[in-house]
């Protein structure tokens, strides 16, 4: 029998998350889900069942380096050698630049980049000690052209890719690759910072090339892609998973 193997996923209990977690389970991972909110990390806890993978469930404040090193020390003990991590969680809150408070701007940066690298170098510690890995960053299409009262989200989405890209060159030689996948408009909770829905679905599809809205378990099976062997020589990539609406 094969022996079982890890994946971690931030943020697990957005909708991107949870789309990501489920099709890691279903291409035969199990997984450990962290997120801060209990409720919503159960109901992706269920669905990777659901799938026929174990499911580690736990509730862990991302801005907490050491919760971050547990969660993973947690993970290769109960559920056996990480192969995936997938750094997803994000905060994104709206204001324009010039009212934000420091505090704000740190809570983003902690959350979308400091989680980043932490988690990073906690899995990839792990991983070469058990034959490589793969790990994919979430950034953003915003980062290319920014967006109106989103400036710290916007530069954190930048750092992923550079991130990205910084960690593929050093761990290459460890069989670590490292990729970004970097979401359009997807219709999820962070939809609901904009003030008139239908009027952003409208600019959302005069934008793509593709005339309807992305499903999360589009942009989830871009994430299995890299996360797994079909990507085998693939590294330090960003792939766009944006219908169309810019091409990078
Ligand atoms: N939805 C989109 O259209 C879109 C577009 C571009 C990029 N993205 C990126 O995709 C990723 C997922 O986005 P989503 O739409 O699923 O967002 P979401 O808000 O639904 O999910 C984000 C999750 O992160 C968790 N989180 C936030 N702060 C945390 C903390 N301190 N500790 C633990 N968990 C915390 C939240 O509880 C939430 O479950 C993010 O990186 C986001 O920037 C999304």
């Known amino acids: 029998m094969n022996q079982p193997q890890a994946a971690l996923v931030t943020g697990a209990g957005g909708a991107l998350g949870h789309a990501t977690a489920a099709r890691l389970a279903a291409d035969g991972l199990d997984v450990a889900l962290l997120d801060r ?4 990390l159960e ?10 993978a174990r499911a580690l469930a736990l509730t862990t404040d991302l801005r907490d380096a050491a919760a971050i090193e547990s969660a993973v020390d947690r993970t290769t003990a ?9 750094n997803n969680a994000a905060v994104y809150p709206a204001r324009p630049f010039l009212e934000v408070p420091l505090s704000e701007y740190e809570e983003v940066v902690a959350v979308n980049q400091r989680a980043y690298w932490v988690a990073a170098q906690a899995a990839a510690r792990r991983m070469t000690t058990t034959g490589g890995g793969s790990i994919v960053n979430i950034a953003s299409i915003t980062m290319h052209g920014g967006w109106d009262s989103l400036a710290a989200y916007v530069s954190t989405k930048g750092a992923a890719v550079s991130l990205t890209r910084a960690l593929a060159r050093e761990l290459g030689r460890e069989e670590i690759r490292v990729n970004c996948v970097s979401p359009g408009a997807f219709p999820t909770a962070a939809e609901e910072i904009h003030e008139d829905p239908e009027g952003y679905t409208r600019h959302v599809l005069d934008h793509q090339a593709l005339k309807r ?9 871009v994430v299995s892609f890299l996360a797994g062997p079909d990507s085998s020589f693939v590294t330090g990539q960003t792939l766009e998973v944006n219908g169309g609406w810019v091409m990078a």
């Open 37 to 40: 909110d209990t409720e919503a």
């Open 78 to 86: 109960e559920l056996g050698p990480l192969r995936v991590l997938v």
């Open 43 to 52: 109901r992706t806890a269920e669905e990777v069942r659901k799938a026929g």
């Open 213 to 221: 809205r992305g499903r999360p378990e589009e942009l989830a099976s």
